[in-house]
Structure formats: C-alpha cells, structure tokens
C-alpha cells in the first residue's frame, strides 16, 4: 500500500504535490518523494519520513515546473530504510520518465530476468517499481523509434506493459517535455481516481507570472488535472470528480493540459481490494463509486448481528472502538444492538499507523506509545471492543490487556472483517502466513491467544455484501480471507518464495 498523486497545473505545481501527499499519508509513512518537470528538465527529492517533516523550503524551491508527482511509501518490496528503493524511480532513456506506483507485481523474477538478457537494462534495486519502470521505457523505445511521441504511441506502450506484467498496481508516470500518464491494473485492484478544476482568473494570474518567470508558454490550459490513490485528495483541492480510471485503461494529459484516454487491456473487470474499503483508505474517501466510511456502516450493521448470534446480550454494556478505522463500524455497532457507544481508548496522533509500521518490534513497541486506555470508562464495565480487523494479533492482544489492566471485567472482541488467514501479495504487506494469528487456527485458537472472553469475526460473505452492495462490481479482491487469488498465478511455490523474499 502507498499513495500517489499526479498534477498537470497551470502555474507551479509544487506546492500542489505537497498538499495532496499530506492528504494520502495515512498510506505510507516510511519515505516520500517529489518529482516535477520544467520543459524537458527534471527535478526529483526524496526523503526518508513524512512528508511534513521530509521537505525544507530549498527543496521546494528546486522542484521547478507545472506537472509534478508524489509518493509516500509504506514498504512492501525491499527495505523500508533504503533511501535509494524510495519512490519516484527515474530513467533516462527514453525521453525521461521518473515514475510512482501503488500496487504489487507477482511475476517479478520473471520480468528481472527478461530486464538482463532480453531488454539489456541494469536494474539498481529489489524494487518492483524500479520493473515496471524499465518494463514501461522498453515499451515506449520499441513503439516509438523516429516518430513522434503522440498519445496513441503511449497508449500501445501501455498495452504492452499490460501484456507482460502481472498484479496489482496504479501507476503515475511523468514523461519530460510531453506529459503525465496515468494507468490502472486490468482488474481494478488498486485505486486511481481522475479530477479537474477549471482555471480561474486568480489562478491564471498567478500562473501567467510564473510561466514568463520561467520561459514558458504563456497560453493557458483551461483545466487542471489531478490523479490520486483516493478522492479526498480531489475534494479537498476544489477538483471535481470526474471518474475512476477503469481497469486496464490509460490516461494521458499533456503540457497544454489536454487529456485523452484509452483502454489499453483486452481482458478486464473491476475486483477492487477488499482491504481498502475494511483498513486503509480514509473514511471520507469514494472509490469505485462506494463511500468508504458507509462500507464500513454497512459492515458494522453485519457484525452487530453475528455479534448477537454469538455473544450472551448481558455479556457486554458498552461498546468501544480502536481509533480511527473501526469507528464507523462500532457506532453501527451500538446502535443495531442498542448499547452504549463509548470511547475507551485515547490515541496518540503522532504515532503512526502500527499496522504499517516495518518490523514486528517496532510494531509491539509503538501499541502503548499509540493507544491508552482510560480507566474510566473501563473500570466495572463488560466491554466490546470493535476493531477494522486483526492481522498478526500484536495489537488486538496488547489492547485486550490494557483493558482489563483499566478495570474491564469483561471483554469481548470484534473484528469488522473475516479472520485473516492468508498472505497478501497485491500491495499489502502480510507476505508470511506464519505471522498471521488466524493462519491455520479457529476462532478459539485466537481467542485464547488474545486473551478475551470472547472473540467475534464477521463472515466473509457478510463483508463482501457490505462493500459491494448496490454495485455492478465483477468481484472483490478477498485473498487474504479466502485464500484465492484473483490474478491466477499466484501458486504455493510463489507464496513460499514471498514469505522468503519480502521483510513484513
């Protein structure tokens, strides 16, 4: 999981990266990078960290131009140490391309051996993007040759991309002197959503300096666009919405700001992660047409009543959630149950996300720096506690002790999505079973490890009808609860090769 951003603006586009990244950083806290495009110059940051603490003003003052993209990383290839494996990846040939990109490929050793002994180019890193990078630039060398780069030269290259790569990934490329591209995995499993804002006088004034400062054009675009793992980033920066990129397409907008598309894979259908919709996407994000935060209602509504199936109504008085993921699921809760909503735990904001985090230390380690538990509200109480889901169990057991640690005399616990059970390979990182709580254990098993009096999980199917419902969806990405794998080609030797392979 990270999030990316792209912008094709009428003035500096700097600063417009900037804001959009703050607004995806719950995605990945590890390391962040900007790069912008002056005409046909380049100019790339990258840092280690958040990005209101990675970037200084002299590293804003050197991204000069008016199309620009972002990331911010949360490791699930290489290390989450390694500067040098932080994202924009860039090549020089051909054009120069520096690129983002959200997502997980499954055939990457297959594309590394292609990358040395069919396409000859060297590699810096165990990084997938660093492939799909080069996998991008071989296409668009073998397209292009004398002719001029136009969208419909990029738009084969994409095909091409599509035709060798395999997983999950949205992709943000930016081509200097032409243009940004943006394209989406044919199956629709990581998000990418298109926006535009018209220029507006006080806009244009400001851009019109600004492009004469810097030799440019001074013809303005009549729009703006923006590309972004989530629609907030587009509602906070006054873009409308104008879709979802669809699986398999592409989409290219030049430095006059003229966008075109076009659907660059035969066989596509929309399965989007189901783990968006449970953890990592915020709450005030739409994607795929679905608001995140009444997906997560929904499935509330669907655990209160397997909650009512399994737990005694005199066992439990309040109802509790882990800030922030699980609140929209625990209110649904109290109120389909008619208990009351408390709020237990205090978080600490300037901690990051543990799920997240890279390494299970530091993952134990940050639970009781993150989360408090306020005796007040647990002291002589029976409480539910509801949260998004339970993975490794580190944080699930460590809360159910610090509420009975506050005085709970009982405690229940409820997870708002299905036992996680197995690996996920398309961009989340849980790549060993072995470290999931629920692998190859039941319900009690669980319950005896967390420690709780009781221990409730909502149904796969019950999941799926929450966040699908009302949708012409052709699937959801369920891997890691059911063990399938939509992509097909994910096969036991291959998981044992990512449990051996990927740091978790």
């Known amino acids: 999981m990270c999030g990316i951003v792209g912008h094709v603006s009428a003035g500096p586009v700097n600063q417009q990266v900037y804001d959009s990244l703050l607004l995806v950083q719950h995605r990945g806290q590890d390391s962040t990078g900007i790069a912008t495009a002056d005409g046909r110059t380049l100019h790339q940051s990258k840092k280690s960290g958040q990005v209101r603490e990675a970037y200084r003003t002299r590293d804003m003052r050197e991204l000069l131009g008016n199309i620009g993209l972002g990331h911010v990383r949360y490791a699930t290839k290489g290390h989450a140490t390694n500067l040098d494996e932080a994202q924009p990846f860039y090549v020089n040939a051909p054009y120069g391309i520096v690129l983002v990109h959200n997502g997980n490929l499954t055939n990457t050793r297959e594309l590394t051996q292609q990358m040395r002994e069919r396409d000859f180019r060297h590699l810096n890193s165990s990084s997938d993007t660093e492939l799909l990078l080069n996998v991008l630039a071989s296409s668009l060398q073998d397209n292009v040759g004398n002719r001029h780069l136009d969208a419909d030269a990029i738009f084969e290259a994409v095909t091409k991309v599509h035709s060798r790569i395999r997983g999950a990934y949205g992709v943000i490329a930016l081509i200097a002197g032409h243009g940004l ?145 699980a609140r929209p699921a625990a209110l ?150 059911t063990g399938e794998y939509v992509t097909g080609d994910v096969t036991e030797e291959y998981l044992e090769f990512v449990a051996g392979d990927q740091e978790s």
């Open 181 to 325: 591209l943006a394209f989406r995995d044919p199956l629709g499993i990581r998000p990418l959503v298109l926006g535009r804002r018209q220029v507006t006088e006080e806009i244009a004034e400001a851009a019109r300096t600004y492009r004469e400062t810097h030799g440019l054009s001074d013809e303005l675009p009549e729009q703006e666009w923006v590309v972004a793992s989530e629609s907030l980033v587009l509602e906070a920066g006054g873009y409308e919405v104008v879709r979802e990129i669809a699986p398999g397409e592409a989409v290219f907008i030049d430095e006059a700001g003229r966008m075109q598309s076009q659907q660059c894979a035969t066989d596509t259908s929309l399965v989007p992660c189901a783990f968006e919709y449970v953890y990592l996407a915020r709450p005030d994000s739409v994607m795929n047409g679905i608001s995140v935060y009444e997906a997560r209602l929904r499935m509330g509504e669907k655990l209160a009543q397997t909650v009512r199936q399994h737990v005694p109504d005199d066992d439990f008085d309040v109802v509790m959630p882990i800030p922030d993921s």
């Open 332 to 481: 649904q809760v109290a109120h389909t149950l008619g208990k009351e909503y408390r709020e237990g735990f205090y978080k600490n904001r300037y901690v990051g996300r543990t799920f997240i985090m890279p390494g299970q230390e530091v993952r134990q380690k940050s639970v009781r720096q993150k989360l408090n538990a306020m005796r007040s509200e647990f002291e002589g109480k029976k409480v539910l506690i509801i949260d998004d889901s339970i993975v490794r169990g580190t944080t699930s057991k460590q809360i159910v002790e610090m509420a009975y640690e506050a005085g709970a005399v009982k405690v229940t616990f409820a997870s708002a999505a299905p036992p996680v059970r197995y690996p996920h390979v398309y961009g989340i990182n849980m790549p060993n079973a072995e470290e999931l709580v629920a692998h190859n254990r039941s319900v009690e098993d669980v319950r005896k490890i967390l420690g709780c009096d009781h221990l409730v999980y909502l149904g796969v199917e019950d999941m799926a009808e929450a966040i699908m419902a009302d949708t012409d969806w052709d699937g959801l990405e369920m891997s890691c609860f």
